[in-house]
Every structure is written in C-alpha cells, then in structure tokens.
C-alpha cells in the first residue's frame, strides 16, 4: 500500500536537481513527475510513460546522490526519491486487479482532474469510477482478471457510450 505525496518540487526544479546531480532525466520521466505533483488528486489512475526500469535506474542514482548531499540537494533529492518510488509501484501490473472504485460525476471533478480524464481517459471521463475501470485494464497482464464493485449507470446511460464501446473492443 502506497500512500500517495504530492511532489513539491516544479518541473524545473525536477529537471534541475537531475541536471545538478549528473543524472539523466528522459521527457517522459520529466513528464511523470510533473505528474506527480497531482499524485493526491490522480491517486493510481497515473500510468507512467517512462519505462520501469528507467524509474528504477533514476530512483537509484537519486538515493545513491544522497548520501553526503548537501542540505538543499538533499531536500529535493529526497522529494525526488519519494516520487519516484511511487512512480515505480504505479508502472507495476499485475496478474488480478480487485477494486471499489471512488464514485465521482464530472461535475464534481476539480478543473485540474476533470481535464486530466479528458486526456487520457476520454472514453471514461463522465465519471472516476468508469477511469479506474480503464486503468484496471491497463494494470492487469493479458489473461489476467480484474473484479470490481461499480454502480450500473455506465451499462446504460448514454453519456457512457463511448466508453462501453471501447470496453467491447478491447476486453473480454
């Protein structure tokens, strides 16, 4: 069980400490820790873009860049290191995905999250609980299974065609 923490640090910043440290950062890594700074509002339906072994590889040498950092490297270091163990559990799948999801229209949804689901879950954005049911999807291996306690509004309303139809394309 992760509990998520919002990475204070700025995009520039992120990039910076790296750059400081010697460390090489890909643009989908950067782009995940931007990412992160959302991590209490996007919770787990954040999928990394950068690989696994990436967050890995970059969690080791910020750990190792600790040791014998100064007081303000070591600040943004450690904020870097917790961001990117989370990002290192969110990359994971797995073979069985169990899950009640958070029930939220999209007109409960803050601006930040609302636009969030609308680029990248645009099929699912009517509702959180329709994104975590896509992200389950992306979590679980091929072959694997996924169970889920979910209201039925998605089977029929209208507004979650777009979402029923990419389910019946792309899963069993």
Not at 18 to 42: C, P, R, V, Y
Not at 79 to 99: I, K
Not at 148 to 165: G, N, P, Y
Request: proline share 3%; aromatic share 10%; glycine share 6%.
């Amino acid at each position: 069980i992760v509990r998520f923490q919002d990475l204070p640090l700025s995009p520039e910043q992120s990039a910076q400490t790296f750059t400081d440290q010697g460390i090489t950062a890909s643009k989908e890594l950067l782009h995940d820790l931007t990412l992160m700074q959302q991590t209490t509002n996007f919770g787990s339906l954040i999928t990394p873009t950068a690989s696994t072994e990436e967050i890995i590889r970059a969690r080791t040498q910020v750990q190792s860049k600790l040791i014998g950092a100064d007081l303000f490297a070591a600040n943004a270091l450690q904020q870097l290191d917790v961001a990117l163990h989370q990002l290192a559990e969110l990359s994971r799948t797995f073979w069985c995905v169990v899950d009640n999801p958070p029930y939220m229209g999209g007109g409960k949804m803050n601006k930040i999250l609302s636009d969030y689901v609308k680029k990248y879950y645009p099929a699912a954005k009517n509702d959180v609980a329709t994104c975590f049911i896509l992200m389950a999807f992306e979590k679980v291996h091929s072959g694997g299974e996924i169970g889920m306690v979910t209201l039925d509004s998605w089977m029929f309303l209208s507004s979650f065609e777009a979402f029923r139809k990419k389910m019946l394309k792309e899963s069993t």
